[in-house]
């Protein structure tokens, strides 16, 4: 049975919980007796009882089952298959009995294997048909459970409340239990690369190759995981998108503010946001197809020679995506300048120019210096644009014409395609990524404190 | 001090303006010119990008094709099993009716390079379909190859010589006598949203990638919508003012900044190596998005919960509805319109996200559509990047064509936002 | 002075001069002081709304007059035409001329920037910029061009000071920012920001109403002491206010001038109606 029936059977009983609850009450009603809360909360309160348990039910199997079925399965297994076995070869073999499983036969398995194929799939199935039963059990029990409770003075609308605001609270713990998440996942696996690579090497380390080698008797690479470049690389692409993005943001912003009269603002200003609302992936294209050959093109005319993969390529469209956040941010920030602001200084017979340079930038600058901020933070953990305009290999150089690598290109080529998950080349990508989650995160909260900061001062 | 001032202005009058006055306008004529061209370098970059895109676009709306007639000989497909006969093998002898003079195996091969690896399928299926057709002669209609498709749209330049071109003259005489017998022609290319995903271009379409990201975005939506809006209406009308709530509040506004390809990884060590929830499938794409999404869903029905005047909610008090009942009456019915343009602003964004898909491996080579949100799959915006990677001329115009497809959802998305806005909004 | 007025009211345009003249005789003989800002039919409309109509004013040098009526009656709009203040706001437009030392200053050929370093203006709500008490009066100097940093600005920061009456309150703190003094000192420092720039007229807009009484009666002070030098216009929402400091009034109500007489004599004997039911506290 699909969990989407499950679920769908789930919420019907739910609602006959309601009906049966809200007609109790009601005949407790008709019995003459003065109800605490009206009919449909007892209901309310039937269905819930019914509902959640079940659905918390099946979640928490699902979550459980493939681990549970793989640690039974790998106990029955005969012990000569699972006796000193790495873990490696434990999970290469747990995934060829899956395969058998589920019919994609390569090769000739042996008998052992096709034996525990066979246990695997009728235990799935048990597991599955267990699931259901139990399910429905929790649900009819829960259901059986509240109309025991249901009587003329109970305060089903409070027990209701209490239980919704239960769920709100949880809900709102997702948000801290999702930043959690990111942290741990990241932590354990990082410890388990520094476990490997010592952190030194791997926060100081000039030389970044991190492809280990296939066979042990390869000498050729032995991976070498010094992230320095990596880290020059993604600072040195988002340098230039924000020598590009932040005199055309603030500029915009300027003219748009102070000078361009409503009905260009009008225009022109969604027109800039339509740039903030376009994938990264367009953009990552738009560098290989257009920008890319360009500045190829224009540089070999002058002489010059320029990497198809130039960092200047992924910046100068990186900074093209983020004109919209200076500007918008800028803007904000401008028009926050009280008026009285700007009256003093034309009243004192400053030129617009001068108003904006020396009263309204200096007032306004911690709001934008905020968005400058985010900016960084999203040019440092932009992925598609320079996975798909930057170059590969780590290079150490103040050339934008040459290409170089960033921290987000390493994640997605150290994690796509197949590979082990717990080889140095896969953790690594976990401690680029701690790095990445780290810096961004302080840029972030420097950020919004700075703009708070500035908020304060004109409230 | 009016000495001062007034020095070196003499005799003139206080209204005539100096040199100083003029470098003074200057300069601020200079700013509002840089306003100017920061603007136009802006608009003309979004221009540059749309255009471009849409331009090399342009040869992917319509996919050459050619009709053949096909004998299927009784002997060559068996009609209790039509699955397995050679079809390649039955176009191929049709192919050589047309031309009967090429038997050197080179030409040979050149010949059959014209014409799509999918004929055969094509032709299969119809005979499948309907079994009658056995030991007959009928037409069949099946794409180009790459090669062809484009010597038809004259993105091969025929006047090159010849090694700078990827077609022989042959090839390019073959092509000719079909023109002529008038068997080439160039329908719109509905293949291209309809068909799945495949390593030739002329065969490779979005069907894939659009259920991919369907079921992704409608799980988003599942999780998202209903978790976000409690969370809000949480912190918004019940939290009591602390430390634990403010800590909620500052995750949820840093959450909304954690690039994208962190909540990949997220994705890839939570969900498919400690849930063993399977690899490439929408459902894992679909919580890795949710759990992005949130914080923009958070953020908007906060402020529209905002919006709502704490007049509404004395007034649902005073009567003797419960916080709970307040909020679920009167407040949260009000601000629907303004939580919905969230969501679906939150929405379009996670159709648009890549990076964390390609972490949990929404990449794969997957050449049908997925039956479930359990079954391997690609999304759009994955389904662009393996494209624009793949080396065949062909998928660069098609790349171009998924973007076109992916901003007129995305176009979509917000034009609705912007309509409910307008529509529903409510000025208190 | 009720000549005065209508002589005033007479003078519409060119043809007229003659006959403005002539009444600028009498009236700069009659006060002793000569008329600074000829105002002559000034309309003001916002979009298609009509904020003034035709209002025509002399106001003499070395005075204060004081602009009083209901709130919404237009002395603040008619305020904001003499520097041209209005020019900011993209609907606005102005009619009629104004003319500051016989220079009309809605000529085409007049620079407002110009006209702004001539005469000052200090708002409702103290408004010092987020910088130090110093930068703050050297701002319009710096811009203006008059004096470049050392001995020549420090020179004119503390006269600016002195004349605000400010000097003696901040000389140790220059150099903090200007937002961290009080109101009262605040609108002094704003004053002394319009003194800085060597006006011959500063314009005040309501510049106590955001004041407690104590710095009310401070500034109140002050634009007595400034009247010796500078050309003062203060509208002013109260009565006892514009009794205290002002010289001359005038009367607004509806967008419409209805009188301008000496103080003393308006807030005796008015000659119009409505002057008498505002003063009396009728309305407004």
């Known amino acids: 049975m699909s969990v989407t029936l499950l679920f769908a059977i789930v919420l019907a009983l739910a609602f006959v919980g309601y009906l049966l609850g809200r007609s109790s009450a009601a005949n407790l009603k008709t019995a003459g007796n003065n109800l605490h809360s009206i009919p449909p909360y007892h209901g309310y309160f039937v269905a819930l009882w019914c509902g959640l348990p079940a659905l918390l039910l099946v979640l928490v199997w699902m979550a459980a089952q493939s681990t549970v079925v793989d640690q039974l399965l790998l106990a029955s297994l005969p012990s ?111 410890l388990s690369f520094f476990a490997r690579v010592p952190v030194v090497e791997f926060l100081f380390g000039l030389n970044w190759s991190p492809q280990t080698p296939i066979r042990a008797d390869q000498v050729a690479s032995t991976g070498a995981f010094g992230a320095v470049p990596v880290f020059w690389g993604t600072i040195f692409i988002s340098v230039i998108a924000m020598l590009v993005a932040l005199p055309v943001g603030l500029f915009s912003a300027i003219y748009l503010v102070e000078y361009a009269d409503k009905r260009i603002r009008a225009i022109v200003k969604p027109l800039l946001e339509i740039l903030a609302g376009i994938p990264t992936i367009v953009y990552g294209f738009f560098a290989v197809l257009t920008v890319a050959p360009f500045i190829r093109d224009f540089g070999t005319s002058l002489g010059l020679s320029v990497a198809s993969n130039s960092a200047l390529a992924a910046g100068g469209v990186m900074g093209i995506m983020i004109i919209p956040f200076i500007s918008s941010f800028s803007d904000d920030a401008i028009t926050a300048v009280p008026q009285s602001m700007r009256d003093g200084a034309y009243a004192l017979g400053a030129t ?39 170059g590969l290999t780590a290079t150490l150089t103040v050339n934008p014409l040459e290409g170089v690598t960033t921290v987000t290109v390493q994640i997605v080529m150290l994690l796509t395609g197949d590979t082990e998950f717990d080889s140095p080349k896969t953790l690594a990508a976990f401690g680029l990524g701690l790095v990445l989650f780290i810096s961004t995160l302080a840029l972030n909260i420097l950020a919004l404190q700075v703009v708070k900061r500035y908020r304060e001062r004109y409230e | 001090m009016s000495d001062t001032a007034t020095q070196g202005t003499g005799r003139r009058a206080w209204y005539e303006p100096d040199a100083k006055l003029k470098r003074r306008h200057a300069a601020d004529r200079r700013l509002r010119a840089y306003g100017v061209a920061a ?89 499948v379909a309907d079994t009658s057709l056995i030991g007959r002669t009928f037409e069949i209609t099946f794409p180009l190859s790459d090669i062809g498709d484009q010597l038809h749209k004259g993105v091969i330049d025929r006047d090159l010589p010849r090694e700078q071109r ?120 679909g919580l890795v998005l949710s759990l992005m999404t949130l914080p923009t869903i958070i953020i908007a029905t906060r402020a529209a919960l905002k919006a709502v005047p704490p007049s509404i909610r004395e007034a649902a008090i005073g009567v003797g509805a419960s916080r709970m009942q307040t909020v679920g009456h009167h407040v949260l019915p009000l601000a629907m319109p303004g939580i919905l343009t969230g969501t679906i602003i939150g929405l379009a964004q996670a159709l648009g996200e890549t990076a964390p898909l390609l972490l949990i491996g929404m990449n794969a080579f997957i050449t049908a559509a997925p039956d479930s949100m359990f079954n391997p799959s690609t999304a759009l915006p994955t389904q662009i990047y393996i494209w624009a990677d793949s080396p065949e001329r062909g998928f660069t115009s098609r790349t171009s064509a998924a973007i076109i497809v992916l901003l007129a959802f995305l176009v979509c998305m917000n034009a609705i936002a912007i309509y409910m806005r307008k529509r529903f909004e409510r000025r208190w | 002075m009720l000549d005065t007025t209508e002589a005033s009211g007479m003078v519409m345009n060119k043809t007229a001069e003659e006959a403005g003249a002539l009444a600028k005789a009498v009236s700069t003989a009659k006060a002793g002081h000569e008329t600074k800002i000829a105002a002559s039919k000034v309309s003001v409309f916002y979009g298609d709304k009509q904020a003034l109509f035709d209002v025509s004013i002399d106001i003499p040098e070395r005075q204060v007059m ?29 009619k009629g001329t104004i003319e500051i030392d016989g220079a009309n200053i809605y000529d085409p050929k007049i620079d407002p920037v110009l006209l702004r370093a001539r005469v000052g203006m200090v708002f409702q709500k103290p408004n010092p910029f987020p910088k130090s008490i110093y930068d703050n009066i ?110 001359k009034a005038a009367f607004f109500h509806l967008g419409k001038l209805i009188e301008v007489d000496e103080t003393d004599k308006m807030f005796t004997n008015p000659s119009d109606q409505r002057t008498q039911d505002y003063i009396t506290g009728r309305f407004g």
């Open chain 1, 80 to 190: 000569h298959l699972t006796e000193g076995a790495t873990p490696a070869r434990i999970s290469l073999m747990l995934g060829e009995i899956k395969n058998v499983a589920a019919g994609r036969i390569f090769g000739t398995p042996d008998q052992a294997t096709i034996d525990a194929a066979a246990r695997y799939q009728s235990m799935q199935n048990t597991a599955s048909l267990a699931m259901v039963v139990c399910t429905l059990a929790a649900a009819v029990a829960g259901i059986a459970f509240a109309r025991s409770r249901l009587s003329p003075d109970f305060r089903a609308r409070n027990r209701v409340d209490g239980i919704l605001r239960w769920l709100l609270i949880i809900c709102s713990i997702l948000a801290i239990l999702t930043t959690l998440g990111i942290i741990l996942s990241l932590v354990i696996e990082s």
């Open chain 1, 352 to 390: 617009k120019a001068e108003t904006i340079r020396q009263v309204l930038l200096p007032a306004a600058l911690p709001g934008i210096v905020g968005g400058v901020l985010l900016a960084v933070s999203r040019a440092i953990g932009e992925t598609m644009i320079v996975v798909m305009a930057a």
């Open chain 2, 39 to 127: 603007i136009v370098f802006a608009l003309a970059m979004l221009m540059t990008l749309v255009g471009t895109i849409a331009i090399t676009a342009v040869p992917a709306v319509t996919q050459t094709v050619v009709t053949l007639n096909v004998e299927v000989p009784e002997g060559a497909v068996d009609a209790s099993d039509p699955r397995g006969g050679s079809y390649q093998k039955i176009l191929n002898e049709s192919v050589a009716r047309i031309f009967p003079e090429v038997d050197t195996p080179r030409e040979i091969r050149e010949l059959r390079q014209l014409f799509s690896n999918g004929g055969q399928y094509a032709l299969r299926d119809k005979v």
């Open chain 2, 166 to 285: 990827r077609v022989s003259d042959e090839q390019i005489g073959w092509y000719d006598r079909l023109v002529e017998q008038g068997r080439i022609s160039a329908p719109l290319n509905w293949g291209l949203i309809f068909n799945a995903d495949s390593r030739f271009p002329e065969l490779a379409g979005l069907w894939g990638a659009l259920v991919g990201s369907f079921y992704a975005l409608l799980i988003c939506f599942l999780v998202s919508f209903p978790v976000g809006i409690a969370a809000a209406v949480y912190l918004e009308e019940f939290a009591p003012k602390n430390r634990f709530t403010d800590l909620i509040e500052v995750n949820i506004n840093n959450l909304a900044a954690v690039p994208s390809i962190v909540f990949g990884l997220l994705g890839l060590a939570v969900f498919l190596n400690f849930f063993g929830m399977p690899r490439s499938a929408p459902i894992v794409g």
């Open chain 3, 66 to 94: 004081a602009f009083i009526g209901p709130s919404g009656c237009g002395k603040s709009t008619f305020l904001r035409c003499i520097n041209r203040m209005n020019d900011t706001i993209d609907i606005c437009s102005v």
């Open chain 3, 138 to 247: 050297a701002y319009g100097p710096r811009i203006h061009g008059v004096a470049k940093a050392g001995s020549a600005m420090d020179e004119i920061v503390e006269r600016s000071l002195q004349r605000a009456a400010l000097w003696n309150e901040v000389k140790d703190r220059l150099d903090q920012p200007g937002t961290g003094l009080s109101g009262g000192q605040q609108q002094r420092l704003c004053i002394a920001r319009a003194i800085a720039v060597d006006p011959d007229i500063i314009l005040m807009d309501e510049p106590c109403s955001a004041l407690d009484p104590i710095a009310t009666a401070k500034v109140e002070e002050l634009i007595d002491e400034l009247r010796a030098q500078y050309t003062i216009v203060i509208v002013t929402h109260s009565m006892q206010q514009a009794a205290r400091v002002s010289q």
